[in-house]
RNA sequence: GCGCCAAUAGCUCAACUGGAUAGAGUAUCUGACUUCGAAUCAGAGGGUUGAGGGUUCGAUUCCUUCUUGGCGCGCCA
């Protein structure tokens, strides 16, 4: 049991003798700004006063006096009713051996009992990431890192689009670049695939079959696109896998579209809400969140995207999710109200499907925005970002903003100055820590930790303890960036303590075991909050 | 025109989801290595939280009207 849960229940059951109905999670704990306003704060007299018809100071003085005071120095009422914990510092310190205890696993949170699916990137298979897909793959794959260690259950999946115009003109670029290697004057089309990689696939395609397949026919374009779609994809899964970044489902479309299942679904499921307009199918989404009906059928008979991208997300439901996750690019706002209400025809709640929307990235080069675009391969990869700034700083960088945050991404600002990167500033301090226990594998840990009474210890040690209920809020909000910020004033209260508190010191065997045992807390806890966002937590840098 | 997202220190961003005196980094200035790693620390200056109105004990946070910017508004995905 933490501090917090502590005093919840002492407020909990203070609160017994007063008709309010409270639950545990309506009585909030706060962390104190300030230091006279003691070590914890709540407002419960504040929230409940008016209920009861008191005011909200007398209140908190009533509550006061029956408050269990075990553990406690004193409890304080200030301001409009306030009331503040001033805790022993034993109580603070004994917080200590439990985080060393659980080590790897301090902060996990407990079973939810909750399947979540988080479905990201799921980039086309046209050409090489970029940058805002590193965004997207950085934000999203800490999500899930975050909602696994908080306890919930969590599948991570990739949707693979291969079937339709983007790869069919993915096949179109690769044969006329197939072409081009053997001399001929053909142009690409100005809607084709400009990237430098379509001309490598092509080259690996020309040593592997020579001039096998010069005839333009359909079949050697369907072959093509499945060598294309092939190639791709086993680049981008490469380049995630370097990210740190990797996936539990790759569906791909072909699958979903096996065996007629879309005109299936469409027929047995949503033919109540459909009609035919100028010759293509329309689905009425206007009849739950939508502003238009969309087309589902256009009038060639093919499926547009968002047909078969509904069978998809149906099929994920039916595996047994409490809660689809979507992250997606901000550029795509437009599909959840269309994706949302389908799902309502089907007796969903809209809330069965959550859509992260991360803010598109801006790149910045030479001072001016450089537009990115697949099309005509501008712009900068995953890769290359990953070469010249490094995984750790371009993980932090990404999920250190909240995913909403609009920003730009200064490509000379990002390679000159990597070395400033905030992660630095995090990792020194768990190197540091490191370097200390290595020094010192000699003396014994003083677990109790009885000797820490500096203010740079305490306000260390109550940093530590706030590592779980932050882990739970990140979760619940899909708010990794709140890890990244946590890590940052973590690894400032380190850096303090360290200048102002030597640990090692050969004439205090004291003093210096119990500062061992809070580097080793340190320690832990830094280090389980870099893996929660993806980033390495060296011994030494 | 309609919709979504945003606007906080010179710059890049926070603010525990409605709490007490709005905080970090960076940049500028002043100090600190004979000691566990100076990729660090201590300190200074820097604010009408885009503007107005509302809700209440209390608003950067919620509602509303503007302003500015980004992104959408296809039988593309």
């Known amino acids: ?59 908190a003085l009533e509550l006061v006096e029956v408050i269990d005071k075990e553990g406690i120095e004193k409890i304080e009422v200030a301001g409009p009713g306030f009331i503040n914990f001033f805790l022993k510092k034993d109580t603070i310190n004994s917080a200590i051996s439990m985080i060393i205890a659980k080590g790897d696993d301090y902060g996990r949170g407990e079973k939810k009992n909750k399947k979540i699916n988080v ?85 690996e395609f020309k040593n592997t079959y020579g001039d096998k397949y010069l005839d333009n026919s359909k079949e050697t374009l369907d072959f093509m696109m499945e060598y294309g779609i092939e190639k791709e994809f086993e680049k981008i899964k490469r380049d995630l896998e370097s990210f740190r970044t990797s996936f539990d489902i790759y569906t791909k479309e072909s699958d ?42 256009k009038s060639d008979g093919q499926f547009t995207y968002l047909m078969p991208d509904i069978a998809y997300h149906l099929d994920k439901l039916s595996r047994g999710y409490d809660l689809l996750v979507d992250v997606l690019g901000a550029d795509h706002h437009g599909y959840i109200n269309r994706m949302k209400s389908a799902l309502m025809m089907q007796g969903y709640s809209k809330d069965v499907l959550e859509v992260e929307l991360v803010q598109i990235v801006r790149l910045i080069k030479d001072g001016k925005e450089m537009k990115m675009s697949k099309r005509t391969g501008a712009g900068i990869t995953l890769r290359e970002l990953c070469e010249d700034v490094g995984v750790d700083a371009v993980r932090y960088f990404f999920v250190s903003r909240a995913a909403s945050s609009h920003l730009d991404f200064d490509l000379d600002l990002a390679t000159e100055k990597s070395s400033s990167n905030p992660v630095y500033y995090a990792q020194y301090a768990h190197a540091r820590l490191c370097n200390v226990l290595e020094k010192s594998s000699d003396i014994e840990i003083d677990l109790s930790a009885k000797n820490l009474k500096e203010p740079a210890e305490v306000e260390l040690i109550k940093c530590l303890l706030d590592f779980p209920r932050l882990v739970e809020t990140s979760a619940a909000n899909r708010e990794p960036n709140l890890i990244a910020t946590y890590i940052q004033r973590l690894a400032g209260f380190v850096h303090a303590f360290y200048s102002e508190c030597r640990v090692i010191d050969r004439d205090n065997l004291d003093v210096t075991s119990s500062r061992l045992a809070l580097v080793k807390a340190c320690q832990i806890v830094l280090k389980n909050a870099l893996t929660l966002i993806g980033v390495s937590a060296p011994k030494k840098m």
């Open 1 to 59: 049991m933490n501090i917090e849960e502590t005093l919840k229940l002492k407020i909990q059951s203070a609160l017994k003798g007063y008709n309010l109905s409270l639950e545990l999670s309506d009585i909030i704990i706060e962390n104190t700004k300030n230091k006279e306003h003691g070590d914890y704060a709540t407002n419960v007299a504040l929230k409940s006063a008016s209920r009861l018809g008191k005011k909200p100071r007398d209140f």
């Open 119 to 203: 479905e990201f990137v799921s980039a086309n298979p046209t050409g090489d990431l970029h940058l805002g897909h590193a965004r997207i793959a950085a934000v999203g794959d800490s999500i899930c890192r975050v909602y696994d260690f908080a306890g919930y259950d969590v599948d991570r999946e990739y949707y693979l689009n291969n079937c339709g115009n983007q790869v069919a003109t993915l096949a179109m670029s690769l044969n006329i670049r197939y072409h081009q290697l053997f001399g001929e004057k053909v142009e690409l089309p100005e809607d084709s695939y400009h990237a430098h990689d379509i001309i490598d696939i092509a080259t």
């Open 256 to 297: 979903v579209r096996k065996d007629n299942h879309v005109q299936d679904v469409l027929k047995n499921k949503f033919a109540k809400y459909t009609y035919v307009l100028d010759g293509a199918t329309f689905l009425k989404t206007t009849d739950f969140l939508d502003d238009k009906d969309r087309p589902v059928v």
